[in-house]
């Protein structure tokens, strides 16, 4: 079985530009998280959707935002990019989308502002 | 929030070492996940553990719940055992996993 896919693997914008990442769950898999990580940290949670409604919300600007389609695969857009933006976009599959379950995680986005 | 904080922060080791890592979190969790980051970036979960001790080959970590602690042990470690080792916790209600800042192993052949 495939594993959480995300889509682009690398992109390069400026500032200003808007950007759409994409990624498909693992199958069976109903819930998707979107996290932020920046070069030496860890990885900052952005999103939580689950059955097409949002869950869960970090603390990011509402340049960021999230969607989920009935296959259960996820898009994050980012608005108005900033320098900061650069990071790697990782997404996350779970089964339910409870807090007491076991995240997978896809190979990210790694998105570069300049 | 809670929070999480990883000891040491860096590691080098020389091929066939042992070693321990640390995980301190600042309140009660039900869900309580080890990582490995390899070079490319992507997430390997290693262990969910909670509570209690699991093993999984040359790796095998351990929870103390009611101490607010977690262990992650590498025995005889190997090159591919380098990358970041990620502790990620989340506590009652509908709340999403908190990273640690990790820890980042070398192993030197």
Known sequence: DAGVTQSPTHLIKTRGQQVTLRCSPISGHKSVSWYQQVLGQGPQFIFQYYEKEERGRGNFPDRFSARQFPNYSSELNVNALLLGDSALYLCASSQSGVTNEKLFFGSGTQLSVL | ?109
Do not use: M
């Open chain 2, 1 to 109: 929030g809670i929070q999480v904080e990883q000891s040491p922060p860096d590691l080098i080791l020389q091929e066939g070492a042992n070693s321990t890592l640390r995980c301190n979190f600042s309140d009660s969790v039900n869900n309580l996940q080890w990582f490995h980051q390899n070079p490319w970036g992507q997430l390997i979960n290693l262990f969910y553990i909670p509570s209690g001790t699991k093993q999984n080959g040359r790796l095998s970590a351990t929870t103390v719940a009611t101490e607010r602690y977690s262990l992650l042990y590498i025995s005889s470690s190997q090159t591919t055992d380098s990358g970041v080792y990620f502790c990620a916790v989340a506590n009652s209600g509908n709340t999403p996993l908190v990273f640690g800042k990790g820890t980042r192993l070398s192993v030197i052949a």
